[in-house]
């Protein structure tokens, strides 16, 4: 009788700390559930593909092609002139490559998926293409010195590159 009785003290006890504290414990719960999930291997890229640099010709020459572009874009702005541009590039342009994940037992190895095209040709099959980021452009031109000139110039050149107003300087040429 005397165990009966400590055990439905205890049990009432429990739903009492449970009730209390049921939030608390559903929080953990979930935090300990999510722990114990699975990462997917040690992947460096969160897409599953692995990253490759352009041909060191092409980065320089989409650059320069920007500019040119930008060059006679502007120089269409009315009171601009003659406009010069010089971009600056933060990062290069890189594509993510398909890989191709194996794993037996403790042993895992990765390779880069290739698809034939025939007449003996191979691709790499390419899951994301990133373009450059540009860090900062130069415009000079002779209408540099005018204001209205400017803040059309600055709108230009940021909704083209992505830039701020604050990493764009117009300049008067001489």
Known sequence: MKWTFQWERLTQRTAELFQKYKYVLLVIAAGIVLLLLPLGGDDSSPSGGTERQSESGGESFQVEEMEQKLEQALSKVDGAGEVTVV????SGARQILAQDATRSGDESSTSTVV??????TEDTVVLQQVYPQYQGALVVCPGGGDPAVCLKLVDAVSALTGLGADKISICKSK
């Open 87 to 90: 971009l600056t590039v933060k």
């Open 115 to 120: 698809v034939s095209t025939g007449s003996g």
